[in-house]
């Protein structure tokens, strides 16, 4: 069975700390892993998707690794509007169609 | 370009009543999936439709059901709800089916059944 699990569940940062958001996956095989912000009554909205050990994509204040096994989400500088639910998903091979099961996200909140 | 739109935002239901759901895609995005979001399972996939033919099923009992027009747009019916039917019920489009298409949500419904 397909399982992600992130850490930490909730995150308090000054604005200016720096730190990461770690997604570890279990999958039969990985075709994508998605990253995803969701702001409070709203939908998901995308951020990387990542396809394969080693790949690396950068936006803003944001920046999303691959391993083989887990992802990071590193917020450099972050600001208060950077404050959200951060969601990792995945899509494994073994599943037909877009099917993503996600993560219990990563709760930031960045404090001015 | 118009994203992924969902109707009606807000719905109040009771026990035992039925409810349907409506999901415009991105224009060009022939899949639409359905998530129920809520505080404790947290996002879990429903089901998911490309031209108009079911592709992937999750792990929801058959009073989840849905279906897809030939315009791609996408409806998804709970019959006799019950008190654990209460999340969001987001909305996702993609292009393709192919696997590893980037899902683009819409803004969700929140259904309260009381």
């Known amino acids: 069975e397909d399982q992600v699990t992130q850490s930490p569940e909730a995150l308090r940062l000054q604005e200016g700390e720096s730190s990461s958001l770690n997604c570890s996956y279990t999958?039969?095989?990985?075709?994508?892993l998605f990253w995803y912000r969701q702001d409070p009554g709203k939908g998901p909205e995308f951020l990387f998707t990542?396809?394969?050990a080693g790949e690396e994509k950068e936006k803003e204040r944001l920046k999303a690794t691959l391993t083989k096994k887990e992802s990071f989400l590193h917020i450099t500088a972050p600001k208060p509007e950077d404050s959200a639910t951060y969601l990792c998903?995945?899509?494994?091979?073994?599943?037909?169609?877009?099917?993503?099961?996600f993560g219990g996200g990563t709760r930031l909140m960045v404090k001015p | 370009k118009a994203g992924v739109t969902q109707t009606p935002r807000y719905l109040i239901k009771t026990r035992g009543q039925q409810v349907t759901l409506s999901c415009s895609p991105i224009?060009?995005?022939?899949?639409v999936s359905w998530y129920q979001q809520t505080p404790g399972q947290g996002l879990q996939f429903l089901f998911e439709?490309?031209?108009?033919?079911?592709?992937n099923k999750g792990n929801f009992p058959g009073r989840f059901s849905g279906r897809q027009f030939s315009n791609s747009r996408s409806e998804m019916n709970v019959s006799t709800l019950e008190l654990g039917d209460s999340a969001l019920y987001l909305c996702?489009?993609?292009?393709?089916?192919?696997?590893?298409?980037?899902?683009?949500f819409g803004p969700g419904t929140r259904l309260t059944v009381l």
């Open positions: 996702a489009s993609s292009r393709t089916t192919s696997g590893s298409d980037t899902q683009y």
């Open positions: 999958v039969s095989g990985l075709r994508g």
């Open positions: 990542l396809y394969s």
């Open positions: 998903a995945v899509q494994a091979s073994g599943n037909a169609g877009n099917m993503l099961t």
């Open positions: 224009s060009g995005h022939r899949s």
């Open positions: 439709y490309f031209s108009e033919t079911q592709r």
